[in-house]
């Protein structure tokens, strides 16, 4: 952890302090002290920090965050997907009266992780899945307030996708939510997962830091669609962990879709630990606005004939930035791997910034891998075919937009999420278009 700071801000030392000192009653008590001990040690990253050189979190570390208060009294149906397993939280903590379990299969865990902890041996199942230590991470481990536990047994397709939706509606000036994701894939089953954060509900200018982590297990030939979609508020901080564990001859799709926030951060890490394994990591982003998002992959090739594929999309409007920082590590072990990336994007404004960075750590000499990344503005070529037609500039700027977007939704394995996502998509396409028509997307 060379690089972060000695230790956190005056400010939350303070508070975390005193967290420590509350812990009495507390499910995994010990282990949580530990993991605030080690954060308090490290404290936040700062820009001499390699993996955080691009994303400037002092709006963070400077801010004191308080957990609020949830609500039901929202209107949801906008939100909610038919035929699906719906779980809400409101402010981080789960609704009862928002959520729709009816018809859940008996043989499935479908839990708030408030009442796995109750369970001893599930309790020390959730610090046990292995997470890369980072600072935001060890905050997590040590304050989560609450969460899903996802349980699909050996042999089992659960035919309906499952729905975890975060809603915000802050009270408090400065609010937080510290959120812990679990879900397990045994042996030869199947199952598809989406989680979503809105921040909808709150005003444009309501500031909030989300810290979300979500660990995955896929066992041996297990499959998996995870579906990933953050629009929250764009004053809000958004900073997001996963980490998906691979076992023999399993299979993930995962798609991450990032256009809320006024900083976002999101860290996927794949470890391909049996063999024969392969993961498919697809990505959309569209900033705007002085938006910054920033995305970090890794899939750790630990086993041999594993493959995996890397392809993200990305929009960057007017004074904003983003970056992507694409990893392809393959182990001594881990002989015929096949493993491709390519990072695309689009730069609708002079004033916008992309830091787009592929890596390969590659120590086997049996191997298939490649990496790419683009930067560029639209054709001018097509842009001319479209004026010749009758359509003006920021329409031929929409439409090759949402082309570009359809490039990565079209790949999605459930055609239910992937109309969901390229909807979500258009509507903040069409909402950037109309914004000002002095204005590029």
Known sequence: MVGYKKKSSGAWSEILSKKLQNQSGCPLRMWRYKQLEKFLSIGFPDRKTENWRYTDISPISSQIFLFDKTTADLDITDFAIENSYRIVFVNGCFSPALSN??????????????????????????????????????????????????????????????????????????????TRNTIFLEENSRASVLEEYFGTFCCPTKIYFNNIVTQIIVGASANLAFYKLQQENNSSFHIANTQIK????????????????????????????GQGASCRLLGFYHLKNKQHIDNHTCVDHKSSGCTSQQIYNGIIGNKSKAVFNGKILVRPEADKTVAHQN????????????????????????????????????????????????????TAEYLLACAFAEEITAKLPCKIISERMYQKIIKKLTLSVHSSEEEAL
């Open 101 to 178: 379990l009816i018809s859940l299969p008996e043989e499935i865990q479908l839990s708030p992780l408030r009442t796995i902890l109750k369970n001893y041996r599930k309790r020390n199942f959730v610090k046990k899945i292995p997470i890369l230590q980072t600072p935001f991470s060890l905050l997590n481990d040590g304050l989560f307030q609450d969460g899903m536990f996802l349980h699909i047994p050996k042999n089992f397709e659960l035919k309906k996708p499952v729905h975890f939706l975060y809603l915000m509606k802050p009270n408090l000036p400065f609010s937080m939510t510290q």
């Open 343 to 394: 990072n695309k994007n689009l730069m609708f404004s002079n004033e916008s910034e992309i830091n787009t960075k592929p890596e390969l750590e590659i120590y086997n000499n049996d191997v298939t891998c490649t990496h790419g990344a683009t930067v560029g503005c639209l054709d001018d070529e097509t842009l001319f075919y479209l004026y010749s037609r009758g359509i003006d500039r920021l």
């Open 246 to 273: 691979q076992l023999r001859n399993s299979q993930v799709v995962s798609f991450h879709c990032l256009m809320g926030g006024k900083i976002g951060r999101e860290d996927l890490n794949y470890s391909l630990a």
